[in-house]
């Protein structure tokens, strides 16, 4: 195929129908010559670097596609914005507490991520949520500053109350934020038994209700935390226990990629009530925990859509601590420390999936002979007749009738009526003809009601070198939208309308949701392949939740991951560089072992070469063959 030659078409217009500029946030831009780049601000310098050249130099040190892209310079741009937007919401509105944020390590635990994280967030203090014990091991090995917080939650046994107790000896700011009534006991004992006061959090069932996919997490029904009756029994019973001073923080999470700020100030709201009533109790309140929620705008469309979000970060931040001033002030009671556990948007925009077309499959109608011959059936030339005479007054109509011919055809198929050439005949003429119903509706004042299904039913396949169950689950399990665009080629109109498929052989392997055009598609416009050139298509703001929930399915393991950084002088480095899974790695993750393998198929080769099948050395090429496909990536190859 031809490279396209719309001489008028440029990276702008390609920006405008991907959405780059609006879901790119200045992080994601395209330079004049058809590249998607990334932008970081290096101490005041700006560096613009095509992510295609990044790709380039990771193919030419042996890592192939698909691989995902770690940008630590946006992970740590993302900590300065939302701490610069908190203080300056703070010093703006003169409030007299304190933004302290953590980072919750469910979201991407890596230990690269988590490291990087730590380091950014030294200076602001910046701690991090645990929500099991292998996360408060993290989180004590990489912490340590007694400024950042450590904030636990989930259920706590034993083990995890004394690790977290020793760090607080330690002057860890480690605090044991209470999920169930049951957690208290436990934490009351083990405080006394090891002579070590525990610093005490309460999580809270807020009333309030939000929009989103994730609202589960609010309302009464929430499975986490404690109702306000429950809150009471636990305020009377620190009181007993003569430790009501150890109590601090109060905690609450309605849910992650909140769309409303209406939902957020509400919450807010709600909060602060219960805050007040527990410093009136007597509690040693400290701490204003608001979870996460704090959305990511995937869709760029800025607005209360479920993928996207309706306030700025400078807006969530003022309207927070607006609230709460407002709230507490007039009955004199300290302002918190305000803690809020944002994932998704600290890391969302730092991870890029990028992968390469494989094949394509397109749905181009076949050659159709200028007269269909006398014996053919009645039904072919009515499909003849029905393309000669496709009109824009009578398209409706048209495409009415050939779906009817065409399954006319197909019954006469089944029952042995009608043969395969003139079944072929038949299908190609109805593709014909749904082309030029496409072509007559884009162009009609009215377009054809079924227009958008057409569109989809006649859109290509792209196949991407990839696998959404291991890269992109939330698309499979929850119809979350990322954004999608090719890294390259910008400055040449895409032409085709494509969905995408992984190389898993699962129908669900798909991605037929898009966002462009300030809605949502169900297809994407796409560049023709040319030849044997390679295809990029990058998918962005992956880093959230992705990496851990992803699995095996169909043994397609771990992508290759690199992590760069850039250098002030405008050049990168490949700060950390992680070989995906090799064959031998995924088979053992369901526990067979390698080398019992190649002892199974060695003793089959022999037997084959005794049965006079192979000979000895074709017996070695196979063998050969065989424990290098062990070690190669799970992914397609190209040699
Ligand atoms: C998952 C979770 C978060 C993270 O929420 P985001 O929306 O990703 O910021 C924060 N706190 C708790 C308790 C969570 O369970």
Known sequence: MKKNVNRSWTAKDSAEIYG????????????SDGLLSVTTD?????????????????????????????????LEQQIGRLNDAFNEAITTAGYQGQYRGVFPIKVNQQCHVIEEIAKAGAKYGHGLEAGSKPELIIALAHLESPDA???????????????GLQARKMGYSCVFVVETLSELPIILDRSRVLGIKPLIGVRVKLASVVGGHWNATSG????????????????????????????????YHLGSQIPNIRDIRNGVVEACQVYMDLVREGANMQFLDLGGGLAVDYDGSKTNYIHSKNYTLSEYCADIVDVVMSTLDPENITHPTIITES??????????????????ATFEPGAVPETIEESEHK?????????????????????????????EVRELFKRGQLGLRSRSLAENLFLLIMKKVLDVSDRAKRPLQEIDKL????????YGNFSLFQSLPDVWAIDQIFPIAPIHRLDEQPTR??????????????????????????????????????????????????????????????????????????????????????????????????????????????RSVRQGHISASERQTIMKAFSESMQGYTYYEKE
């Open 20 to 31: 780059i500029n609006d879901w790119g946030v200045g992080y994601f831009n395209t330079t």
């Open 42 to 74: 290096n101490c005041g310098t700006t560096i613009e670097t095509p992510l295609l050249q990044i790709i380039q130099d990771i193919k030419d040190r042996g890592l192939d596609a698909p691989v995902l892209v770690r940008f630590e310079d946006l």
């Open 149 to 163: 917080h450590i904030v636990c939650n989930g259920y706590k046994d034993q083990e995890f109350i004394d690790l």
């Open 220 to 251: 009464d029904r929430s499975i986490f935390g404690l109702s306000i009756a429950q809150l009471v029994e636990m305020i009377d019973i620190l009181r007993a226990e003569n430790m009501l001073d150890c109590l601090q923080l109060l905690h």
């Open 343 to 360: 994932g998704r948007a600290t890391i969302a925009y730092s991870s890029v999936l990028v992968f390469n077309v494989l094949d394509v």
């Open 379 to 407: 039904l072919i030339h009515n499909l003849k007749e029905t393309v000669d005479s496709l009109s824009e007054k009578n398209m409706q109509e048209c495409y009415n009738d050939a779906i009817f011919y065409r399954d």
């Open 455 to 462: 569109r989809e039913q006649l859109s290509d396949i792209y």
């Open 497 to 606: 309308q494509a969905i995408i498929a992984d190389i898993t052989c699962d129908c669900d392997g798909k991605i037929d949701r898009f966002t462009n055009m300030h809605s949502t598609n169900t297809t994407i416009p796409l560049h023709p392949m040319i030849g044997e050139e390679e295809y990029f298509i990058g998918v962005f703001l992956v880093g959230a939740y992705q990496e851990t929930l992803g699995d095996l399915h169909n043994l397609f393991g771990d992508p290759n991951v690199v992590s760069v950084r850039f250098n002030e002088d405008g050049s990168y480095e490949f700060a950390d560089e992680i070989e995906g899974d090799s064959i031998a790695d995924v088979l053992s993750y369901v526990e067979y072992q390698p080398q019992q393998l190649r002892e199974r198929f060695r003793k089959i080769a022999e």
